[in-house]
């Protein structure tokens, strides 16, 4: 667990005219709330407002799957309760007598006032004996088998209640800044433990695979600091927050450190307490009131593993061999689209031990409905109605064959199931060459760029962003620097690219979008106009049904009268002519006003627009960069998340961003960070 980042308050009036990404709107009754001070903000309206990105977001996040937490009520009383618990120093005896007879944990136990507080919460309270009922009741099923790794490994078995207070023991748990799995690692720490994460698979929720990574690193961390408090400190809060805690405080007690004004945050000092009072409630369950048959624990679970083909559903696996469909999801639950990838080979997938031989029965069925699938690569650019149309399928059946939520999930290269035609090659995992098909219906997209020539060699294509665009993978799939773009569109660096946006770019003249996996438009399947010019706003005008007219003001006029003679507001007026709305206009002026074509009668025709000067300081140079520059490859896409590997960002750098001192999006001064410590 990991403290919550800083919640971005800015830009909430946009709530009113974002309209809510389409793959990513979320039934009513699963809205929640976060408490930002003294209010109750609505955590999906909040979502709509971040686009889907995660809280807290540089313009390197696309998109982070949606939390989830099945405990999530006992979760919140837990978090209330221990608002109250008391501030942690060590006693020498137990302060209560039947504190004494109990037996202890395999970890070292020492009796502080938040080791007290726990177990009495445990105990007594209604509220803590049914969350500690719950954590026992799953941990009946996965007891044997977790204990059996962490025996392995050669770290106390109690470290088992670490796995119980981060998760529930629920493997599909995630967290709202990105932690997943039984331990709930962070991305970039399950990575240097061996757990990787796809779009496919996610070994962090994998039972046994996690169980091995967080034994791996709880065994590291004891080995760097000397103690199992100190360890289980450092997987709470980070080992470089617990050395910086150290150096400053100089002691290498966790319990001094607690006691310290500014020692460790309040959540780490807690953290162990509540790993060592549910370690004793485990040991000691009669005294708690927590023991067989009352409490209806899971039974336990062994499983064996069979090869299963590509693409694989999960559920489908659950009805061959008669199974509970929750329980077949959970032992498999690495697979996070509820089927196994649909590159070639064969893929694990867990039965509980004796439904074996019905699944091996059963290959060839599965083998049949793998056979019926194919599978294509995502282009760069590309969203899900996109590829829907080239593989002739509708958008529903892709989404649901692949498990898709957001279109920020379509990486370049990514294999998307789709039906086979009749007639077509056995699924080929290369996606080889799916007809490209554009929307017959689809007017030419309007492309308000600045001007750009292309030079001898080189040709002008557009390419339309989607909410998976970075600036690294749109640099990486054309060859051009990140600034380089930029400047040829006249953009903000420290601004995001928004879905819908249209890029020009300058690309050699054999450039191929088939072999980029890229998709682009050429130059005449674009409606191709300056920006601000009048070409372009009477473009825009005339895909609304509207032109561009000037009314002279008369006298008596106000704007609320002129904007109802034409079917505006005097919002709309003020905007158009960027004056304030409660200005009087004086007679004899021009105001601009956008009518219907069939409706000019009392118009003139109107000025042309003043259009805009470059406001970036860029090069205006249109040449072709041969290579990425080595700075322009550490536009990572996803940055670490709060993890081992964070470092804080350096300070940002002064003034503006100018082709002398260009600032990377959302980053002044960014470099790529050196590798630290910090948390998992």
Known sequence: MLAPRSLALAGLVLLLTQRPAPLRAAPAAEESYERVGPLQIASGGRDQVRGGRPDGASVHDVHLPRPHDPDAAASAELADFERSVAPTAVLREPPEPW??????????????????????????????????????????????????????????????????????????RRSRVGAAGLWQFMEGTGRVYGLQRGFWVDDRLDIELATYAAGAYLKDLRARFGSWEMALAAFNGGYGLVMTSISRHNTNSFWALCALESGLPQATTRYVPKILAAAVVGRNRQRFAVAEPALGAMSPITWSEVMVPPATQISAIAQLIDEDPALIDELNARYVRGRTPPEAGLYPVRVPRGKQVALQRAIGRLQSESDALSATP???????????????????????????????????????????????????????????????????????????????????????????????????????????????????????????????????????????????????????????????????????????????????????KIGARFGLTDGDLARINAIQRTQAPTPGDLLIVYVPESKTKGTVAAPPPAVPAPGLDRPASADLPQKIPEENLDLDPEPPKPGILDVPDPPAAPGPSTSAAPKLPGKQGWKRPKRATKGR
Do not use: C
């Open 99 to 172: 504190m004494a007879g109990l037996s202890r944990p395999d970890l070292p136990l020492r009796w502080s006032p938040a080791l007290v507080d726990y177990l009495r919460y445990f105990r007594d309270d209604p509220k803590g004996q049914a969350l500690i009922r719950g954590w026992l009741r799953r941990l009946g099923r996965y007891d044997a088998a977790l204990r059996a790794i962490l025996r392995e490994i050669g770290v106390p078995e109690d470290l088992i209640f670490v796995a119980i207070a981060e998760s529930g023991l629920h493997p599909k």
């Open 378 to 560: 995502v282009r760069y650019g590309e969203t899900l109605a996109a590829v829907a149309r080239r593989v002739g399928h509708s958008e529903a059946t892709l989404r649901k064959l692949n498990g898709v939520e957001d279109n920020a999930e379509l990486t370049r290269g990514l294999l998307l199931l789709h039906p086979r035609a009749r007639g077509d090659a056995p699924r080929d995992p290369k996606g080889a060459a799916d007809k490209d098909k554009k929307d017959p219906r689809a007017p030419r997209p309007l492309v308000a760029v600045p001007p750009l020539t292309p030079s001898d060699g080189q040709r002008l294509v557009f390419f339309e962003a989607t909410r998976a665009t970075t600036p690294r993978g749109v640099a990486e799939a054309f060859g051009a620097p990140w600034e380089q773009i930029l400047a040829w569109n006249e953009l903000d660096p420290q601004a995001r690219i928004q879905p819908g946006q249209v890029l020009q770019l300058l690309v050699p003249a054999d450039f191929s979008a088939s072999a980029a996996a890229v998709q682009i438009y050429e130059r005449d399947e674009v409606e191709l106009v300056h920006r601000g010019s009048a070409e372009h706003i009477s473009a825009g005008l005339a895909r609304r049904g509207l032109v561009r007219r000037a009314y002279r003001v008369r006298a008596g006029d106000t704007l609320e």
